[in-house]
């Protein structure tokens, strides 16, 4: 048995279904070690639900694996540590593909949040296509942010360094907020929102207004924030919400309580970074 087949073991899938996102979750694990290896987080950082899932126990899947510039440097690119990627692969039992994704071939729902300098990625089995992650660097991010070096052991010992969680927190309410999916509606983010207020996560208000500013173009007050935060809470359709995360959950009664007015409850229970 490889590496790759012993990790995919060790998280106890059950059916079909659970199987593909045990190997996805394995996927994102030993692409982060090949980062490691080659040096990546020397001038960047993991952010997202991905990063939530594998360093902070959020029960969810996630499928894309989102990167973050720390200083802006053009040299930096994620095409640079393949190799590394591609050899962490081999260590573990596997061969694998990288491919770019060009913004042109995105769905309206792909690219609906995704800034015209962001390099894009799939990393794919040779043999099975259809198992795969997506990588995504932000090479022109907004600053103002802090990191923090979390331990990854498998599949090999790793220091991988992430957005620290009041950043986090603030990226995920300027999706929850300003994600424009049209008829759709992204309810991992309405589950992240959930998870930050019930851990007391302090929100960094600074650096969400920043991320709106350089995104949106809009300067926002903490009053505009909570003002544009309850009617989005109040007026979307929970139903769609719901549809659209409970495939990615571990537990459905997590979302039996969900209601516009349970989230409206949890928006006046956010802490702010002093």
């Known amino acids: 048995?490889?590496?790759?087949?012993?990790?995919?073991?060790?998280?106890?899938?059950h059916n079909k279904n659970e199987k593909e996102s045990a190997q996805q979750e394995v996927m994102q694990q030993i692409a982060l070690y090949g980062l490691y290896r080659g040096g990546f987080f020397d001038h960047a950082a993991f952010y997202g639900g991905t990063c939530l899932r594998i360093f902070h126990n959020l029960q969810r899947y996630s499928?894309?694996?989102d990167f973050t510039q720390t200083e802006k440097d053009p040299n930096i690119h994620l095409e640079n540590y393949f190799p590394q990627i591609i050899e962490a692969f081999k260590l573990t039992g596997r061969e694998v593909t990288i491919k770019k994704k060009e913004k042109k071939t995105f769905g309206k729902v792909e690219s609906a949040f995704l800034k015209d300098n962001t390099d894009v990625y799939d990393i794919a089995f040779q043999t099975e296509k259809t198992i795969k992650v997506k990588i995504e660097l932000d090479t022109d991010p907004p600053l103002?942010?802090?990191?923090?070096?979390?331990t990854l052991l498998k599949p090999f010992s790793t220091m991988i360094r992430c957005v620290a969680l009041s950043d986090l927190y603030a990226g995920k309410m300027h999706a929850l907020l300003y994600r424009?999916?049209?008829?759709?509606?992204?309810?991992?983010?309405?589950?992240?929102?959930?998870w930050y207020v019930a851990n007391r996560v302090p929100l960094n208000f600074e650096h969400l207004q920043k991320r709106v500013a350089e995104f949106n173009g809009i300067e926002l007050s903490k009053e505009d924030f909570l003002e544009a935060l309850h009617e989005r809470l109040a007026t979307t359709d929970i139903e769609s919400v719901k549809q659209d995360v409970v495939r990615f959950i571990f537990n459905?009664?997590?979302?039996?309580?969900?209601?516009?007015?349970?989230f409206l409850k949890l928006a006046d229970m956010i802490v702010?970074?002093?």
């Open 144 to 150: 103002g942010f802090e990191t923090e070096q979390k």
């Open 63 to 65: 499928e894309d694996m």
């Open 252 to 262: 459905q009664r997590d979302i039996e309580i969900w209601s516009n007015d349970y």
């Open 180 to 194: 424009n999916w049209k008829t759709r509606v992204k309810g991992r983010d309405w589950f992240d929102f959930q």
């Open 1 to 13: 048995m490889t590496i790759f087949d012993e990790m995919v073991e060790a998280l106890h899938p």
């Open 272 to 274: 702010f970074k002093e």
